[in-house]
């Protein structure tokens, strides 16, 4: 059993930023999903066990940056120029059957309890 355990969500105004952290107990590949009220849960930024591949939405690419620390199994998603159409409960994701990333919900096996992130205008 994968245990999952995410900080660092937050209100904050546009053009801010927050950085979220998701520990998990051991290492895999992960990634950053979000939801936001009435809407579909969505990709945000995907990266591989070793962290040589990352990919990242069109929405929030060149504001957010996903990163991992391999020796504390910690994966982080960096979250700059923040606009209100980020707001949405972001959750980590892990996919224990594979070591590369992976876009899709379906792929990924283990899932955080969810953080808020609120932007406002």
């Known amino acids: 059993q994968v245990q999952l355990v995410e900080s660092g969500g937050g209100l904050v105004q546009a053009g801010g930023s927050l950085r979220l952290s998701c520990a998990a107990s051991?290492?895999?590949?992960m990634g950053w999903f979000r939801q936001a009220p009435g809407k579909e849960r969505e990709f945000v930024a995907g990266?591989?066990?070793?962290?040589?591949?990352?990919t990242y939405a069109d929405s929030v690419k060149g504001r957010f940056t996903i990163s991992r620390d391999n020796a504390r199994n910690t994966v982080f998603l960096q979250m700059n120029s923040l606009k209100p159409e980020d707001t949405a409960v972001y959750s980590c994701?892990?996919?224990?059957?594979?070591?590369?990333?992976?876009?899709?919900?379906?792929?990924?096996?283990?899932w955080g309890q969810g953080t808020q992130v609120t932007v406002s205008s």
């Open positions: 051991g290492r895999y590949a």
């Open positions: 994701a892990v996919r224990s059957t594979g070591r590369t990333l992976a876009t899709r919900v379906e792929y990924y096996d283990y």
């Open positions: 990266i591989s066990w070793s962290g040589s591949s990352i």
